[in-house]
């Protein structure tokens, strides 16, 4: 309907740049997440160039970080919380300590899984 190509749907990966470092970002202890800090991991991505701080900074738009664990999720210590993709190793070893200190680990899980539909409006 807004013109785009259907057949990114069957091969979505054909959307990401070649040549990219994905790199696992691991935990350093074994718990349960109770705790993510996403803003520290929206500027730690910044830091390496996949955002913006100023509004004529340039974006890499294939820089990014995709969670694995999710909040009441428990992790054992080595257990990928997400994956880092990034131009090169040297970006990955800048941010690496910042992404895995944005989570926080209990030894109980004392989290409530936060509901995803907060509200049906228009029914």
């Known amino acids: 309907m807004q013109g785009g190509d259907p057949k990114i749907c069957d091969k979505p990966e054909t959307l ?3 040549g990219l470092v994905k790199t696992s970002v691991k935990a ?4 349960f997440v ?3 800090d996403t803003f520290r991991i929206g500027s730690a991505i910044c830091e390496i160039g996949g955002g913006r701080t100023k509004a004529e900074d340039t974006v890499d738009h294939a820089i990014g970080f995709a969670c694995r664990a999710k909040l009441g999720d428990f ?3 080595g257990d990928t919380l997400g ?3 990034c131009r090169n190793q040297t970006q990955a070893n ?3 300590h910042k992404l895995t200190s944005a989570y926080k680990l209990s030894p109980e899980n004392n989290q409530k899984q ?3 539909i ?3 409006i228009g029914q």
Not at 28 to 31: C, L, P, R
Request: aromatic residues 4%; proline residues 4%; charged residues 15%.
């Open 118 to 120: 907060q509200q049906i």
């Open 75 to 77: 992790v054992e210590a």
């Open 16 to 18: 990401l740049s070649k």
């Open 83 to 85: 994956i880092l993709f």
């Open 94 to 96: 800048a941010i690496r």
């Open 28 to 31: 350093n202890a074994t718990g």
């Open 114 to 116: 936060p509901k995803l």
């Open 34 to 36: 109770s705790m993510i």
